[in-house]
């Protein structure tokens, strides 16, 4: 799976804008979290969802 996304993005842009687009909304000052280890289990593994979803 490795050689396929580093085939599909050889330089990482798509996967960065991915990531980016993903991490944005779950660190929002709203929520007043900043750092992984203020996020909550359900958070991270939403975030898990989100990429997938993302990657698309």
Avoid: W
Wanted: with cysteine; net charge positive.
């Amino acid at each position: 799976m490795a050689a396929s996304f580093c085939r599909l993005d050889r330089d990482g842009t798509r996967m960065a804008k991915v990531l980016r687009a993903t991490f944005d909304p779950l660190y929002d000052s709203q929520r007043a979290r900043h750092r992984a280890d203020q996020e909550f289990n359900t958070d991270k593994k939403h975030f898990g969802t989100l990429i997938e979803i993302n990657l698309l």
